[in-house]
Nanobody
Framework: QVQLVESGGGLAQAGGSLSLSCAAS????????MGWYRQVPGKQRELVAR???????DYPGSVEGRFTISRNNAKNTVTLQMNSLKPEDTAVYFC???????????????WGQGTQVTVSA
């Protein structure tokens, strides 16, 4: 079994910065994609940023240029640096690991519990 534990988040003022971190643990051989999604009540969960094992990154236009994702493959960790925050960035942020290859030979996707990010105007 694989667990994702998130840290960071909290409250920031508009224009400020926050950092989120996520550590994956368990019977992991490799993780193809690590990323962050966010969700507000009544809306679908949306991609914030993702990074492939080779380092390629992907951002939607709403955060590109403001958010930066990075990962440490050896430690199975992913970090999201969020700058120039806006009130519309307020959401619960979820860590995600896709195509996780485990020691038992299975391939699965996993989610963290979520962490609240609130940006005040």
């Amino acid at each position: 079994q694989v667990q994702l534990v998130e840290s960071g988040g909290g409250l920031a003022q508009a224009g400020g910065s926050l950092s989120l971190s996520c550590a994956a643990s368990g019977s992991i051989v490799s993780i193809n994609i690590m990323g962050w999604y966010r969700q507000v009540p009544g809306k679908q969960r949306e991609l914030v940023a993702r990074i492939f094992s080779g380092g390629t990154t992907d951002y939607p236009g709403s955060v590109e240029g403001r958010f930066t994702i990075s990962r440490n493959n050896a430690k199975n960790t992913v970090t999201l640096q969020m700058n120039s925050l806006k009130p519309e960035d307020t959401a619960v942020y979820f860590c995600n690991a896709q195509r996780v290859w485990s020691t038992d030979g299975t391939l699965n996707d996993y989610w963290g519990q979520g962490t609240q990010v609130t940006v005040s105007a």
